[in-house]
């Protein structure tokens, strides 16, 4: 039982110097050679893509274009017009960078009993109208509780519309 526990060190020390002597060496680039770069400017010059230089997995672009700023993965006309249209709400969240907008519960002084709140998605970067998706949740106050009703599909499309024209004119405008 002594040799075994013997047999167990020393193999471990064996196996130990083998695997450290793997670490030794110079990997300073020679000369004429590039240095390694970090992954991070591998990304800004456009490599390292799992399915090809300007795809990553599923399907988001990935060149780096240091003009689109951080938000790019929406569209800002889209992003803009949504903010605009909006306007008389309250605002819960926002997210720039994944495009979600979240209004507060909204009533109007002629029907205080009713309420509704928005969600805006903006998926894509490219002004498209199946970018942008408009969810509208509503409640009615009955015996002093609010409760959750089916909002009128077509108020949620005619907002679509609003949006999209309005980012059609904020894109004219800017000329792009």
């Known amino acids: 039982m002594g040799s075994l526990t013997v047999n167990h060190i020393l193999l471990s020390v064996v196996c130990g110097a083998a695997l450290l002597s793997g670490c030794s060496g110079d990997y300073t680039p020679k000369e004429g050679q590039e240095a390694p770069i970090g992954r991070d400017d591998a990304r800004k010059r456009g490599y390292g893509t799992l399915f090809g230089d300007d795809v990553l997995l599923f399907g988001a672009t990935k060149k ?16 803009q017009a949504s903010l605009d249209v909006l306007s008389f709400m309250p605002l819960a969240s926002s997210d720039a960078a994944g495009g979600v907008i979240v209004t507060d519960w909204y009533s109007t002084p002629e029907k205080p009993n009713e309420r509704i709140k928005v969600t805006v998605k903006i998926t894509d970067r490219v002004l498209r109208s199946d970018a942008l998706h408009v969810t509208i949740n509503k409640q009615i106050k009955k015996a002093g509780d ?19 024209t309005k980012a059609r004119d904020l894109k004219v405008k800017a000329g792009k």
């Open 64 to 79: 780096y274009d240091p003009s689109q700023g951080s938000a790019s993965r929406v569209n800002h006309h889209l992003w």
């Open 146 to 164: 609010w409760v959750a009703m089916t909002a009128d599909p077509k108020i949620a499309r005619d907002m679509e519309d609003l949006i999209l």
